[in-house]
């Protein structure tokens, strides 16, 4: 497996481009199970997690081509005609549970193994299944496998999910674009990658209202038709490579970056000292001289402080100047990268959800194990910050999020390579 091996090197100084979003993308490609006309995104980020996401919408039958360099997908959903999501494909990776929505609406079955991922919690599908279950599908656990069925196909209702999740709304929103009636889904998930998939649905044809706040009203139509889309910019990238020179300090800037997709972020990094503003090109960040002070942070629900950038912003404050306190909300096991960057020199406690961290001068180089894709890359800024080399174990997962981390990064100053594994 391979190894990423980091040593520190004073500040930076450059620009890094903004790929398309890892999680916009994901939610998007099943959108091509809905329609048999081709569907077209631009934009797309090049990662290991949308190849696996090719797979398995080729496996159901749809096509999926790969465009200047990745970064065009070219789809049709028009020979999608196996309901079937098979374990072998969807263990890789969790979100392959968003092709359970649209094979509903499009086939009026779905057979959709209970997915994999990263290993930062349960995450059960209980939401989903009760939302689709309100839209009339039938659906039972068996061998491992959602079972779901629409027989007399799926028809509006006003659903109210326990929890604003963001993969429930996303199956839900695309089902009931195929839906008889109207559906009005409350307590729904606002983020930007919801947002980005309502606008390609409605290119698409559908009938959306209200994306972006709680309440999206969706009017059913018999059929969606062929559309070309961008991915919006990845606000998870944008951030992590915004807190690369506010530790290592320097000046930065985001090119395709923009301030309104992390606006949590960017008044926590404000808060600690760090200077953000919105330029043309993107956005740019810079950290002159000495330490940034500590902040607290709570993980929310957009637009609340996102669980993904959790572990970056753990990262920063374990040099930061005082005592900071971060709390996760979303999901109940995810500081696995906080004994890794103990073993680096950071001061921190773990008590059940939260974690206090007493910042440190100068964190120090080590080998450390990645544990998960956000993880992997907190480990990497720490890195970035620290005296002498660290080598990241098992980055296999940052492969999965993050597009050419090792040129991102050099391209501003950084000392950092990829050790091929055995
Ligand atoms: C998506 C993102 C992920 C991000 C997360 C929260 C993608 C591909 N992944 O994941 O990067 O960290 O949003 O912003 O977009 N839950 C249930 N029952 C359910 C569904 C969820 O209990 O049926 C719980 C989960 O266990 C978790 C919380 O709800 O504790 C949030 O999950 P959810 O919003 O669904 O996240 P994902 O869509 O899986």
New binding site residues.
Partial sequence: MDSILVTGNGPLKGQIPIAGAK?AC??LMPATLLSEEPLTLTNAPRLSDIKTMSQLLQSLGAEVTALNDGKVLAMSGHGVDNPLAHYDIVRKM??SNLVLGPLLARLGQAQVSLPGGCAI????????VTALEQLGAEIELKDGYLHAAAPRGLKGAEITLR?A????TENTLMAATLAKGTTVLKNA?R?P?IVDLARCLRAMGALIDGEGTDTIVIDGVDRLHGATHQVVTDRIELGTYMIAPAIAGGEVELLGGDIALVETLTQKLQAAGVEVSQTNAGVLVSRPNGRIRAVDVKTEIYPGF???LQAQMMALMCTAEGNSVLEET???NRFMHAPELMRMGAQIEVQGGIAKVAGVAQLKGAPVMATDLRASVSLILAGLAAEGETRVNRVYHLDRGYENVEEKLSGVGAIIQRVPGE
């Fill in positions: 999680n994901l939610t969790r979100a919690g349960a995450r059960p599908m209980d939401i989903h929890f999740s963001v993969g429930a998930a983020e990658e996102p669980t993904d979303i999901f109940e």
